[in-house]
């Protein structure tokens, strides 16, 4: 079992509505974080977060460190939206991230 | 605004060649990292550095060495190319171990 597990793996969403896009984990950490990759590879960081909520624009990452779940929210999507995004933890030992395989999501217009 | 810039994005090598991945950063970042990233397996780390001339081996160091010179800089070394080594290549640096970390844009790496 992988110890970061991300749902749904595939997300199509028609332009304007709400996404959620989920995540466990299995060890301790010491934050989580929300990355984003759009086609041509290229990884942007979206959120670090170790506790609550944080907001950017549409979007809304939270974290209950309690059941080592975070969600990742967009509010009235877009196609620009379309992109692979990826949940990574850091380890509350070591000095690595773990990563989630990533969620394709698409945005219809 | 801050930078990580991968030499190539895109490289085409032969089986046995010897392959540099070259990274460099330009934040004073102490932990540099070297991922790949495959379809269905997500990134994997290789090697990272957390300073120079330092280096730790990742989940899957195999077949890869990693040079760190200089604090900007982080090599990925392939020393003989194989098939199975063609794949999404990325280089990430944070300032500290545990905090956000910043990616190149890619290497897509063709071995032939």
């Known amino acids: 079992k992988n110890e970061v597990e991300q749902s749904p793996q595939n997300l199509t969403a028609q332009e304007g509505e709400f996404i959620t896009i989920n995540c466990s984990y299995s060890?301790?950490?010491?934050?989580l974080h929300w990355l984003q990759q759009h086609p041509g590879g290229g990884i942007v960081s979206l959120f670090m977060l170790s506790s609550g909520k944080k907001k950017h624009g549409r979007l809304i990452a939270t974290i209950n460190i309690q059941e080592k779940h975070s969600s990742l929210h967009i509010t009235a999507s877009h196609p620009r939206d379309s992109a692979v995004y990826i949940c990574a933890v850091s380890r509350a030992s070591g000095s690595r991230l773990t990563f989630g395989e990533g969620t394709q999501l698409t945005v219809n217009p | 605004d801050v930078k990580v810039t991968q030499s190539s994005r895109y490289l085409v090598k032969r089986t046995g060649e010897k392959v540099f991945l070259e990274c460099v950063q330009d934040m004073d970042h102490e932990n540099m990292f070297w991922y790949r990233q495959d379809p269905g397996l997500g990134l994997r780390l290789i090697y990272f550095s957390y300073d120079v001339k330092m280096k730790e081996k990742g989940d899957i160091p195999e077949g890869y060495s990693v040079s760190r010179e200089k604090k900007e800089r982080f090599s990925l070394i392939l020393e003989s190319a194989s098939t199975n080594q063609t794949s999404m290549y990325l280089c990430a640096s944070s300032p500290i171990a545990w905090a956000e970390a910043f990616f190149g844009q890619g290497t897509r790496l063709t071995v032939v």
């Open positions: 060890v301790g950490i010491s934050a």
